[in-house]
């Protein structure tokens, strides 16, 4: 017998945890085998190989974040109803059906883990370095002991330069209180030594949360993995040196592993972070105020000049 | 079979489930067994969740799974792919049946004993050759000629007629070549529209993984119960795991996913009209059951475990009458009512909408939305004097006479509905003590977490108060039935201020205990028919067997070095076993087919059987015991050491079933009562002719295939969604995932009518007709179909939706007809036929647009 039957995240006997009655300082050892210190860097590593599409992710985060529904109704697109990630969805299952259009091409045979019809769990990336925290001017946005990326809506002002930064589509400004909202990657649950909320509900592992490297080392072993069961298509999206990880976007603490092009899930291809070129035109900018700012010394008409009074 | 058991399986076959969108939990367990290379397959009419997950997807048209898997029992006996090592010895493949019997295969459909003036099978013809078999299900007693209990008594003369060479041409093995003969591929092809090639793959990855290395799981849910032959379905799966050995071995054995979280419990502890806790039969008016001793005599089994009836029938009457109870009054059975029909959900509605019952109470169900025929179920409720809706929110059922389909469609108008509706609040899982039975009969103990809001309460509450209050009102007077109440046990301890009887007063009682100084039994083997203990179901003996021991609190996984039975986690009923027949995972000489497959063995040092499974055979039996004759044996003693199944009267798995089905031995395939497709086997038996029927000028049935009803229709399930929707349609979070009713149309028909999605489509069967926006999906497909000219599309409709709460729509089962399986009573919503057209409907009044207040 090899033992493996129960879950791989099973103890033996959990220390403590007798009645319950004992507070769990660092539940997520017990959950997902992660012990939570300030220092390391966290994410989520989602293989769509494993997704079912149960949504418990958008439910369980709405449930622990306290986010409303939308309401949006039925939107004719598979079963997603959800539509896109934003200010109170903070996970989204894309659903894409991808078989063959005449009854008697359509798939009957699936290739080893890859389904034909395509689910995936996005979540915010909390890239490194992120978008969103260089184009915010208050400070709101910043990176935690954790390396994730969180804002905080007291100090936001609502000015929304993290929306056009983001190249992912994630933040959005919330019409409720007008400032931005995303993912924390349950910032208050990793304080509390817990898993994500949406990690700890997926049924099949399909959201794996845990230390980045880790995840990645072990996404890496995934995708051999599925190769040599005749999946030839996997490849992570967001690792280092992955696509995903690009322009300037050295690695995504939430990444990916797919089975089709990224923009099949309705993920950019080549995501790009905006600073660098964005650098070049502020100072640019800057140069051309600069310039004003001079001629208009030159020729009397600037704010210095106090002929008026 | 455990779910978590599926891990070790070689090959999982799903069918008749969406397992990962409504069992995604177990589900997680077939993916574990495909990471480690197992096959999955999917046979559906829908490519759903599931699909998408599996290595092979086989398409079949609603309604033709016995096509299907009769198909696969064919090729596996044609080709010699069945494990004769295995089958021989353990099923009744090489039993002998009575000459007399014939299949449907030279009746036209219809097996030998059938009484078209009744239209009802006898099951004479179909029995062991000279012997009488009792049904190891509730009822053993079946109307025989002559005396019942004298036929059956032949069991302990002699051994059945066998012939292991499978020469005989009345042996079991015979008939099903001759039965099965014309599934072949080709006709199944025919019939469930699923490609030839796609089902030999199938039969391939089932043959490939049997034998003593390897183990196959099947999973199956409603969508093999929800039809007229939904018992039969079953029972082909169950033929096809007895011929591949895949029974009692780890890895292996058909796994009914069932729905709710207790569902299992509630078949247990008997919520089913014709069954008392621990699947022992309701007394009858019009059998046999006259007095405690006649019912005993005709209701006992002589041979197998079954054979100790009475002491679980006596320990249930001690268990629920003291008072005046005695021997000399049979301990109250005069008090228990009988039956005196089939008192199931259909003919209840039915006998609603007559008049017949004046009151209902409706717990923990929306009858409005999840019940055949809304429109039936709806008039029902509105010729009652009284309802009483006890849920978490007021629901479809409640609102019926305010929002209902009645009003809505001008038929009433509330002020002409008399019912009156009390709704009562409940309280939620976490806020109550009690267990959860899951599908692999695990009990599992859940505590009181919270207070339930307001004046919230748990079903142990409402049911112990109204008793209270029944007995007060009972407590004086003269007649039988005011004894049957007055003398019933109802003393739990009450824990809280509400009143709140103590949950595991309740577990001890159905645990069973003494009755002299009520000590709690800790095996069932400790019960008595002398009236000495008390048991509320002696299957489940053994969850408290002794004080402080509440064997379901028990939470000790074995870890990832552990044989991986996890014993210790919560009580398996039987005795904590977690594969039954498991004394089938060693040959008859009591060795492990395999080291992999390895459950339990026979020790023949320490003289009993051991392994790191709870054995399901006498522990102490040796594998060479054979029964001797000359002695009459009885129970057990009439089993040899070799024979695994000991619920049986025959000790083998039962291929042929003799008894216990109401539609024949072996299951053939029928089309839907309602089907757009003819039936090629037996054109002039299409449908099952044994299946209930209840004529009713609110529901109408179409039998022939019908040109305005020219599509397969079935009803389903989506992950976003529970059942009835109350607990779902109701939370903000899970009613924006499926917010509203929608219709799933393939592809080729939405080009044909011009359908896209979102538009508005009308769906029609004889019963009437709902709206719905499309969703049109390469997900479903057309099928080429026996005796239609043009492809038959397969529609889907979701049925959780209804007016209450935040995600609302038309009610599937407005469509539904009221039409049983002749076993189990289950309505054939999975599989019906319809029409469908663009466009909407004309209401009367239409719905309310706002929300729940």
């Given at each position: 017998m090899d033992g493996g039957l129960a879950h791989p995240r099973a103890v033996p006997s959990a220390p403590g945890m007798d009645g319950v009655e004992v507070p769990v300082p660092q539940e997520a050892e017990l959950t997902c085998g992660t012990r939570i210190e300030p220092g390391k860097s966290y994410g989520f590593f989602t293989d769509t190989t494993l997704c079912i599409g149960c949504k418990a992710c958008e439910v369980a985060c709405k449930e622990w974040n306290a986010l409303p529904a939308d309401a949006v109704g039925l939107t004719g697109h598979s079963y997603d109803n959800t539509g896109a990630l934003g200010a109170n969805t903070w996970r989204h299952v894309a659903f894409v059906e991808r078989l063959p259009g005449t009854p008697e091409a359509r798939g009957t045979e699936m290739p080893p883990f890859q389904s034909n019809w395509l689910m995936m769990s996005d979540v915010c990336k909390h890239c490194d370095p992120a978008p969103c925290l260089e184009a915010c001017p208050t400070g709101a946005l910043f990176r935690t002991e954790f390396d994730t990326v969180v804002v905080q809506q007291d100090i936001c002002n609502g000015c929304a330069y993290c929306v056009p930064a983001c190249p992912f589509g994630v933040v959005e400004i919330s019409t409720g209180d007008g400032k931005a909202h995303k993912c924390t990657l349950c910032y208050d649950r990793l304080k509390g030594g817990m898993e994500p909320a949406c990690a700890k509900a997926c049924p099949t592992d399909s959201i794996q949360f845990g230390v980045v490297e880790e995840l990645v080392e072990r996404a890496g072993r995934r995708v051999e993995a599925l190769e040599a069961a005749g999946q030839e298509r996997a490849y992570l999206y967001g690792a280092p040196g992955t696509p995903g990880a690009t322009n300037g976007l050295e690695r995504l603490n939430a990444f990916f592993l797919l089975t089709e092009r990224p923009e099949v899930y309705g993920l950019p291809a080549a995501p790009a972070r905006p600073a660098p070129r964005a650098r070049p035109g502020i100072l640019a900018g800057l140069a051309a105020v600069a310039g004003l700012a001079a001629a208009a010394l030159v020729l009397g008409v600037g704010g210095g000049g106090g002929g008026r009074r | 079979m455990p779910q978590w058991d599926l891990a070790r399986s070689d090959v999982v076959l799903v069918m008749g489930s969406n397992m990962a969108e409504n069992h995604p939990i177990a589900f997680r367990f077939a993916m574990q067994a495909k990471a480690r290379g197992a096959t999955l397959i999917h046979a559906d009419p829908r490519f759903t969740r599931t699909s998408a997950m599996c290595d092979l997807y086989a398409p079949i048209r609603a309604g033709t799974d016995i096509a299907f898997l009769g198909g696969i029992i064919r090729h596996?006996?044609?080709?010699?792919?069945?494990?004769?090592?295995?089958?021989?010895?353990?099923?009744?493949?090489?039993?002998?049946?009575?000459?007399?019997?014939?299949?449907?295969?030279?009746?036209?459909?219809?097996?030998?004993?059938?009484?078209?003036?009744?239209?009802?099978?006898?099951?004479?013809?179909?029995?062991?050759?000279?012997?009488?078999?009792?049904?190891?299900?509730?009822?053993?007693?079946?109307?025989?000629?002559?005396?019942?209990?004298?036929?059956?008594?032949?069991?302990?003369?002699?051994?059945?007629?066998?012939?292991?060479?499978?020469?005989?041409?009345?042996?079991?093995?015979?008939?099903?070549?001759?039965?099965?003969?014309?599934?072949?591929?080709?006709?199944?092809?025919?019939?469930?529209?699923?490609?030839?090639?796609?089902?030999?793959?199938?039969?391939?990855?089932?043959?490939?993984?049997?034998?003593?290395?390897?183990?196959?799981?099947?999973?199956?849910?409603?969508?093999?119960?929800?039809?007229?032959?939904?018992?039969?379905?079953?029972?082909?799966?169950?033929?096809?795991?007895?011929?591949?050995?895949?029974?009692?071995?780890?890895?292996?054995?058909?796994?009914?996913?069932?729905?709710?979280?207790?569902?299992?419990?509630?078949?247990?502890?008997?919520?089913?009209?014709?069954?008392?806790?621990?699947?022992?039969?309701?007394?009858?008016?019009?059998?046999?059951?006259?007095?405690?001793?006649?019912?005993?005599?005709?209701?006992?089994?002589?041979?197998?475990?079954?054979?100790?009836?009475?002491?679980?029938?006596?320990?249930?009457?001690?268990?629920?009458?003291?008072?005046?109870?005695?021997?000399?009054?049979?301990?109250?059975?005069?008090?228990?009512?009988?039956?005196?029909?089939?008192?199931?959900?259909?003919?209840?509605?039915?006998?609603?909408?007559?008049?017949?019952?004046?009151?209902?109470?409706?717990?923990?169900?929306?009858?409005?939305?999840?019940?055949?025929?809304?429109?039936?179920?709806?008039?029902?409720?509105?010729?009652?004097?009284?309802?009483?809706?006890?849920?978490?929110?007021?629901?479809?059922?409640?609102?019926?006479?305010?929002?209902?389909?009645?009003?809505?469609?001008?038929?009433?108008?509330?002020?002409?509905?008399?019912?009156?509706?009390?709704?009562?609040?409940?309280?939620?899982?976490?806020?109550?003590?009690?267990?959860?039975?899951?599908?692999?009969?695990?009990?599992?103990?859940?505590?009181?977490?919270?207070?339930?809001?307001?004046?919230?309460?748990?079903?142990?509450?409402?049911?112990?108060?109204?008793?209270?209050?029944?007995?007060?009102?009972?407590?004086?007077?003269?007649?039988?039935?005011?004894?049957?109440?007055?003398?019933?046990?109802?003393?739990?301890?009450?824990?809280?201020?509400?009143g709140e009887p103590d949950a595991e007063a309740i577990l001890r009682e159905i645990n069973g205990y003494r009755v002299a100084d009520g000590a709690l039994v800790s095996s069932f083997q400790d019960l008595k028919d002398d009236g000495s203990t008390a048991c509320g179901t002696w299957i489940y003996t053994g969850v408290f067997p002794e004080e402080g021991k509440n064997l379901s609190r028990s939470r000790v996984p074995d870890g990832p070095n552990g044989p991986g039975t996890h014993l210790g986690w919560g009580f398996a009923w039987p005795a904590n076993r977690r594969t039954l027949g498991n004394r089938a995972s060693a040959d008859p000489a009591g060795k492990p087919w395999s080291e992999r497959k390895a459950l339990i063995r026979w020790d023949e040092g320490a003289g009993e059987w051991t392994g790191p499974d709870v054995p399901d055979f006498q522990k102490e039996k040796r594998p060479d015991y054979v029964p001797d004759w000359s002695s009459r044996p009885k129970g057990m003693d009439a089993h040899s050491g070799a024979e695994p199944f000991i619920m049986l009267a025959d000790g083998r798995a039962a291929v042929f079933a003799p008894s216990g089905l109401k539609d024949g031995p072996l299951p053939a395939h029928y089309e839907p009562i309602e089907s757009p497709a003819a039936n090629p086997l037996h054109p002039g038996n299409p449908a099952s002719p044994a299946a209930k029927r209840w004529e009713q000028r609110s529901n109408p049935v179409g039998d022939a295939p019908d040109p305005a009803f020219p599509h397969a229709l079935t009803t389903f399930r989506l992950t976003e969604h529970h059942s009835g929707g109350t607990p779902t349609r109701i939370v903000p979070t899970t009613a924006e995932l499926q917010p509203e009713m929608f219709a799933e149309i393939p592809t080729e028909l939405g080009r044909e009518l011009g359908v896209r999605d979102l538009d508005w489509v009308v769906v029609s069967t004889p019963r009437g007709s709902i709206e719905a926006r499309a969703l049109v999906t390469d997900r479903l497909r057309p099928f080429a179909a026996e005796g239609s000219a043009r492809p038959v599309h397969q529609i889907g409709l979701p049925w959780h939706f209804g007016w209450a709460g935040y995600a609302t729509g038309d009610v599937a089962n407005l469509l539904t007809a009221v039409v049983g399986d002749p076993n189990t009573g289950m309505h054939e919503n999975k599989a019906l036929a319809c029409g469908l057209r663009p466009g909407r409907l004309f209401r009367a009044n239409p719905p309310r647009t706002e929300g729940p207040n």
């Open positions: - | 596996l006996l044609e080709n010699d792919l069945w494990w004769r090592d295995w089958a021989i010895p353990y099923t009744n493949i090489a039993t002998v049946i009575e000459e007399g019997y014939h299949g449907p295969e030279t009746g036209d459909g219809l097996f030998s004993g059938w009484n078209a003036e009744e239209r009802r099978y006898s099951s004479e013809t179909w029995q062991y050759e000279g012997q009488t078999v009792p049904s190891p299900l509730a009822e053993a007693w079946m109307e025989t000629g002559g005396d019942f209990a004298e036929r059956v008594s032949s069991l302990r003369e002699r051994p059945p007629a066998r012939d292991e060479t499978l020469q005989h041409p009345n042996c079991v093995y015979q008939i099903m070549r001759r039965h099965y003969a014309r599934y072949t591929p080709e006709m199944v092809e025919r019939i469930t529209g699923c490609p030839r090639g796609v089902f030999l793959k199938v039969c391939d990855a089932l043959a490939r993984n049997s034998g003593p290395e390897r183990t196959g799981a099947i999973c199956y849910a409603v969508g093999w119960n929800h039809h007229t032959t939904g018992a039969q379905v079953i029972r082909a799966g169950a033929i096809v795991q007895s011929l591949l050995g895949n029974v009692g071995r780890p890895g292996a054995g058909l796994l009914a996913l069932r729905g709710h979280t207790s569902i299992q419990g509630s078949t247990d502890i008997a919520t089913l009209y014709d069954l008392m806790p621990g699947y022992l039969p309701q007394p009858h008016a019009l059998r046999p059951h006259k007095t405690l001793a006649d019912y005993l005599e005709v209701e006992t089994a002589p041979t197998g475990w079954w054979a100790n009836f009475p002491k679980y029938a006596v320990s249930l009457l001690r268990a629920w009458y003291g008072g005046e109870a005695s021997e000399a009054n049979g301990w109250g059975y005069d008090w228990m009512p009988r039956t005196v029909g089939d008192h199931s959900q259909l003919p209840s509605t039915v006998a609603m909408r007559d008049g017949v019952i004046k009151g209902l109470f409706v717990m923990g169900q929306n009858p409005v939305v999840g019940g055949s025929n809304s429109r039936l179920v709806q008039q029902g409720l509105a010729r009652l004097e009284w309802m009483v809706v006890r849920d978490i929110a007021e629901t479809d059922t409640a609102t019926f006479w305010r929002d209902g389909t009645l009003v809505r469609d001008g038929e009433m108008r509330p002020e002409e509905i008399g019912t009156e509706v009390f709704l009562m609040p409940a309280s939620l899982s976490g806020e109550k003590a009690g267990s959860f039975t899951n599908t692999h009969r695990l009990v599992q103990w859940h505590d009181k977490v919270v207070e339930a809001p307001g004046d919230s309460r748990s079903e142990h509450w409402f049911v112990y108060h109204l008793g209270r209050r029944l007995k007060a009102m009972h407590a004086d007077g003269g007649r039988p039935e005011d004894a049957a109440i007055r003398n019933l046990r109802w003393d739990y301890p009450e824990v809280d201020d509400q």
